[in-house]
């Protein structure tokens, strides 16, 4: 997750003080994994990771028409994603204590791929509901597993490795956006253009399951050492902190996935170029993502991110608020870089923490807790929304997160690890 900077490697005196044994425990543990064939399948589930969200975005209106959802039930959908990453993302740790990551991985991209098909084949509203959720699934435990991969097989090259996986969550985001509503159109109907991604969550399953089938002998062997448990994330101010911000920048950033489009098209945007737009903010976030994970390990303090970030943002949401025809080419690209508060929460979770014990529990704890506070920005956009008939609201209570996740970013910026606290 971290930057070459923050890695195990460039620290070598902490880790033999805090943690003389784990590290190469972890390295026996691993012997036959194969770096190249994890970094595959890091990037494929890495694609897969927002594919399943942003096609919703993209196609909400149709399928508020198709399944007779209200606001209030669309704005529920939307906040769906928020719900099952927090409540299954808490679990991850405890699940990869007892069973293989790659063996997990398995099975959470099958939930993910099997539970997009039967979303897009229902006619029931609860159904819908309850298929995503199994699809959200595998997305939730994915979310917290990447990090700790990261630190385990690529910790000489974690900048690098961070940088590669964000940029291809956010390159599936963008195609999802793209070409959900192009493709519901071709084949005339929004279930082809919402199910169509189970194809891609299928092919991840792929480089997991010789991982899993060559790991599984040694993860029997493998004591179990109780380290994650040691670390307490949710009993420091840095665990909170990180908590907050990851949680503030999700809301938004999931409110702008599942309205974004529809405020364009309330603007005067046909369906085609409102689901564009929508595709370029995570378009513009490829580079952001890519280089975000390098230029935060070289600051000595994240600072000027933090206010770099929160800046475009708010420029964004008046410029929304103000003229969103007129200027929607500029609240995108200030958008694009204002969602740059993702790749770089994903980035000081490493930073944040010395070895993948502590990677993986402070991943678990800011992202869980953060997907509870994330939960609030779609469904409060959709009830805000349906209330007042006008995007003046929703785009007011975005303004108010970002205040908070300034200040929770204020908090993080500093460097310090949560195995000292």
Same mark, same amino acid.
């Given at each position: ?101 790659? !063996?997990?991985?398995?099975? +959470?991209?099958?939930?993910? =791929? #099997?539970?997009? *098909?039967?979303? %897009?084949? &229902?006619?029931?509203? $609860? ?89 599984? !002998?040694?993860?029997?062997? +493998?004591?179990?050492?109780? =380290? #994650?448990?040691? *670390?307490?994330? %949710?009993? &420091?101010?840095?665990? $909170? ?94 958008? +694009?870089?204002?969602?740059? =508060? ?80």
């Amino acid at each position: 997750m971290t930057p070459p900077a923050a890695a195990a490697p460039a620290l070598p005196t902490p880790l033999v003080d805090t943690q003389p044994t784990r590290e190469p425990a972890t390295r026996r543990t691993h012997p036959v994994t194969g770096g190249a064939l994890v970094l595959v399948g890091m990037l494929l589930v890495a694609l897969n990771l927002r594919m399943a969200v942003t096609s919703l975005g993209a196609l909400l209106d149709e399928i508020r028409v198709g399944l007779g959802l209200s606001g209030v039930m669309a704005g529920l959908v939307t906040t769906l994603p928020t719900i099952a990453f927090a409540g299954l993302g808490a679990l991850t740790p405890w699940l990869v204590r007892r069973v293989a990551p790659a !063996r997990v991985l398995v099975v +959470a991209m099958i939930l993910l =791929a #099997v539970g997009q *098909v039967l979303r %897009a084949a &229902t006619d029931s509203a $609860w159904i819908f509901v309850l298929t995503s959720a199994l699809a959200l699934a595998g997305i939730a435990v994915a979310n917290i597993l990447l990090p700790m991969l990261v630190k385990q097989h690529f910790g000489h090259r974690t900048g690098l490795v961070t940088g590669a996986y964000t940029m291809a969550l956010t390159l599936g985001t963008t195609v999802a956006a793209a070409t959900a509503v192009p493709i519901a159109h071709a084949f005339g109907s929004w279930r082809a253009g919402l199910g169509v991604w189970a194809g891609l969550a299928a092919v991840a399953v792929l480089p997991w399951v010789p991982l899993a089938l060559r790991t599984r !002998r040694g993860a029997r062997r +493998a004591p179990q050492t109780g =380290a #994650v448990a040691r *670390v307490r994330p %949710a009993r &420091t101010r840095l665990g $909170w902190a990180m908590a907050i911000y990851f949680g503030a920048q999700s809301l938004s950033g999931y409110a702008i996935m599942g309205w974004l489009a529809q405020l364009f098209r309330d603007a005067g945007y046909r369906p085609e170029s409102a689901g564009l737009l929508l595709a370029g903010v995570t378009a513009l976030g490829v580079p952001i993502a890519l280089l975000m994970p390098t230029l935060a390990g070289r600051l000595a303090t994240l600072r000027p991110l933090v206010f770099g970030l929160t800046g475009a943002s708010a420029l964004a949401y008046l410029g929304l608020a103000l003229a969103p025809h007129g200027g929607a080419l500029l609240w995108v690209t200030l958008l +694009a870089l204002g969602q740059g =508060a993702f790749p770089l929460i994903l980035t000081t979770i490493g930073l944040r923490a010395r070895t993948a014990d502590g990677t993986v529990a402070l991943s678990a704890f800011a992202q869980s807790t953060g997907y509870v506070i994330a939960a609030l920005g779609p469904l409060s956009v959709g009830i805000l929304y349906e209330i007042t008939g006008g995007w003046t609201a929703p785009i007011g209570f975005l303004l108010a997160a970002l205040a908070v996740q300034t200040a929770a970013g204020m908090a993080i910026a500093r460097p310090r690890y949560v195995e000292d606290e």
